[in-house]
């Protein structure tokens, strides 16, 4: 997940939408793997409802002053800079943000703890607060006042990671208990010989098969230059899914050692069982798949 917060979330608005300056400073160096990156959206009381964020960042002349902060930032504790969403003016929540580059050593930026999770623990996820962090407007990504829209176009990106970062370990899943249950013997006989394990198991490998035709599908039309929003979203949505349901059903099979943590079973169990919140809970993929399928109801504003 590390990785990915550098190559497809943190990253992906500044290489299509910043100034040629603001590559050279920040992404060169991401992409050399001489910084670090971090994506700066979520904050304590906005996860899912990203345009309801608090952070400001108000005009000083050439500088921005930023205030606010920041959680669940992946890479936060070791990060050299920010991605990070603020409010910069006056207006409609959906035009009135920006993307900024934060440089997480500017003074006023504190990295103020390390939350300890249940899984994906081979990444930092911090609190980030910001007082009085001042940037120069330089550093805003592309035009002032876009950044929800940017966002919105670098949760593309996230999204088809998350689904492409879960065909291979979900393999490795069953890959594991398939040569787990063909070696333990039970009641005379292996756990994988009995009917119901290795019909199971090839009724799972099917669903990732066809998770992996329409990540395969997504991601071409994404290379095309395709707005693919609603094909993303149905494919985190079904790798969330199937994430939860491949490692649950495999675990129980390892019996035991699948609820110990010597075992890789449940360390997927624990991982996967993030995908289905983070980057946009399931319930906002499937507002995002209700609203291309005309079905979501329109919220009217108060009179
Ligand atoms: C380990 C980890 C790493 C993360 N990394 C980053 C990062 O690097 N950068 C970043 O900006 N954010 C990051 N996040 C934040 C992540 O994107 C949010 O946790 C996620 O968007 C959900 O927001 P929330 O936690 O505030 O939950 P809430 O918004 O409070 O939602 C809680 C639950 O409500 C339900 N819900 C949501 N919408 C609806 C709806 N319309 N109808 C019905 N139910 C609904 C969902 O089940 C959801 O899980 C990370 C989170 C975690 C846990």
Known sequence: MAIGVQTDMATPALARFGSHELKEQFLQPSISGDMVACLGVSETGAGSDVASIQTTAKSDGDDLIINGGKMWTTNGMQADWMCCLAITEDGPSHSNKSLICVPMDTPGVVRSKKIEKIGMNCSDTAQIFFEDVRVPKSFVIGEMGKGF???????????????????????????????????????????????????????????????????????????????????????????????????????????????????????????????????????????????????????????
């Open 149 to 303: 829209t940017y966002q919105m176009l670098q949760f593309q990106e996230e999204r088809l990671f998350g689904a492409a970062g879960t065909v291979k370990p979900l393999e490795i899943a069953i890959g594991a208990t398939i040569e787990y249950t063909r070696e333990r013997k039970i009641f005379g006989k292996s756990i994988l010989d009995n009917q119901v394990v290795h019909f199971r198991l090839a009724e799972l490998q099917t669903e990732i098969e066809a998770l992996r035709s329409l990540l395969y599908r997504a991601t071409g039309l994404y290379i095309k230059g395709h707005d693919v929003t609603n094909l993303a979203s149905m494919c985190k949505l079904k790798a969330g899914r199937l994430g939860r349901e491949v490692c649950d059903a495999c675990l129980q099979y390892w019996g035991g050692m699948g609820y110990t943590k010597e075992t890789i079973i449940s360390r997927y169990f624990r991982d996967f069982r993030l995908l289905s919140i983070g980057g946009g809970a399931d319930e906002v993929m499937l507002s995002i798949i209700s609203k291309y399928m005309g079905t979501l109801p329109r919220i009217h504003p108060k009179k």
